[in-house]
């Protein structure tokens, strides 16, 4: 099983700055998503990436894969109070294997 | 589309009780179904999965069992809880390897 890091674990900034969380591993993942779970509801999928050096933009969420495929960033540009959440990376393909990193706690102060 | 039910939403049970949760997916025909617990600070960990009717596949050693009576129908029951069960338990599905969709989820609390 890959052991995903994640950082930081908390963070806590006022609108309108801007944010980078981190997902890490010492394995190389054939994929990654990041998920934002709100609390007392499921995670909801953001985004999956699979080439090494890929970068997706979500809005203001920009998803970049690294070029080893051993770790992920996730940058939101002017963070808003409705970017507050558990930001979860997820590596791998199948049931087999994969796992869930413990997750960044963002909080957007109006 | 397809979409994703868990019920109860919320579940207060005391220790020694039997448990069952339910999951249904709607809108997709032979999903992989999974069934995850998310406690404080030790992120989201995956219980069983299962790949089609009566296929299940347990992660963790526990007291707790999963069946797949029907296509899109998976169960988390237990016969005894304990007060360690307590957590949000959340059903996901997915069609592909790589993304997971998931439900409400239910919070669970052994007294």
């Known amino acids: 099983t890959q052991l995903l890091e994640q950082s930081p674990q908390f963070l806590s900034i006022q609108e309108g700055e801007n944010l980078t969380v981190y997902c890490n591993s010492s394995?190389?993942?054939?994929?990654l998503q990041w998920y934002r779970q709100e609390p007392g509801e499921g995670p909801v999928l953001l985004v999956t990436?699979?080439?090494?050096?890929e970068v997706k933009k979500l809005k203001r969420l920009t998803f970049q894969f690294g070029d080893a495929r051993k770790d992920s960033s996730l940058h939101i540009t002017a963070a808003q109070p409705g970017d507050t959440g558990l930001y979860l990376c997820?590596?791998?393909?199948?049931?087999?294997?994969?796992?869930f990193g413990k997750g960044t706690h963002l909080i957007i102060q109006p | 589309s397809q979409t994703i039910h868990q019920w109860p939403a919320t579940l207060v049970q005391p220790v020694g009780s039997p448990l069952s949760l339910e999951c249904t997916v709607e809108?997709?025909?032979?999903?992989?179904l999974y069934w995850y617990r998310q406690a404080a600070g030790r992120g989201l960990q995956l219980l069983f999965y299962?790949?089609?009717?009566?296929?299940i596949s347990s992660e963790v050693p526990q007291n707790l069992s999963a069946s797949r009576p029907q296509d899109r129908q998976f169960i988390l029951s237990s016969k005894k809880l304990l007060l360690s069960d307590s957590g949000f338990y959340l059903c996901?599905?997915?069609?592909?390897?790589?993304?997971?969709?998931f439900g409400p989820g239910t919070r669970l609390t052994v007294t």
């Open positions: 996901a599905w997915s069609f592909t390897d790589y993304e997971q969709y």
């Open positions: 990436v699979v080439t090494g050096g």
């Open positions: 299962s790949v089609g009717i009566g296929q």
């Open positions: 809108g997709t025909s032979n999903p992989n």
């Open positions: 394995s190389v993942f054939s994929s």
């Open positions: 997820r590596a791998g393909g199948g049931a087999d294997g994969l796992t």
